[in-house]
């Protein structure tokens, strides 16, 4: 069976990035992380890298804070491209990808965001929820287009909202879901493309 080369994109702890490398390890996802990249020097997701063995490299963003100078993202095309990746993976990157990246990889850039989108995109989604009084939450794996938290979804998993939750407890358990969803998501990607 074919693996699919993922490259894996992150700013922060690197938590999903670590699901989806123990994912690979036990078996359960038909792929393998060719690179994990991250905008932050020190982000945490870089030692996750480290530990399992992946290259792994920054990206100096440039001077924007919420998307990538054009020559960074050039860049990061390019770093893509090189390691072979065939799939990008958003694992907490928390910038807006524009179309030097959606142009070299049309519909093989997925996101994964903790609400049931289309309600709530945009930061701190699980805020939004229980602002709202909702009873249920969730989160969501979706292919990345122009616009932020949009694009066609490809899963979903539910959350209930707990009456005594607050916004650490109700994230705390969204993370746990998503760490399930998204390997699963993956993998099922890889076996349509087995498949056809």
């Not at 519909?107 to 009873?135: F, T, V």
């Not at 122009?146 to 694009?151: A, F, K, L, Q, Y």
Request: proline share 7%; aromatic share 4%; hydrophobic share 45%.
């Amino acid at each position: 069976m074919k693996r699919l080369a993922l490259g894996i994109l992150g700013s922060g702890k690197g938590s999903n990035c670590r699901a989806i490398l123990e994912s690979i390890r036990s078996g359960e996802l038909p792929a393998e992380v060719r690179v994990v990249i991250s905008d932050v020097l020190e982000a945490p997701i870089l030692e996750i890298a480290r530990e399992f063995s992946v290259a792994n490299a920054y990206l100096p963003p440039g001077e924007f804070r919420t998307r990538l100078e054009p020559k960074s993202e050039m860049e990061l095309v390019r770093m893509l491209r090189d390691a072979g990746v065939e799939l990008v993976i958003l694992a907490g990157f928390m910038r807006v990808l524009k179309a030097p990246m959606l142009e070299a990889f049309p519909r093989r850039i997925l996101n994964i965001h903790p609400s049931l989108l289309p309600k709530y995109p945009g930061l701190e989604a699980w805020k939004q929820a229980l602002a709202a009084g909702d009873k249920i939450t969730g989160c969501t794996v979706h292919c990345v287009d122009e616009r932020i938290d949009h694009g066609d979804i490809i899963a979903q998993s539910e959350v209930p909202i707990l009456p005594n939750d607050t916004p650490e407890t109700l994230h705390a358990r969204i993370q746990i879901a998503e760490h399930a969803l998204y390997p699963a998501a993956i993998a099922e990607l890889c076996r349509s493309e087995e498949a056809h």
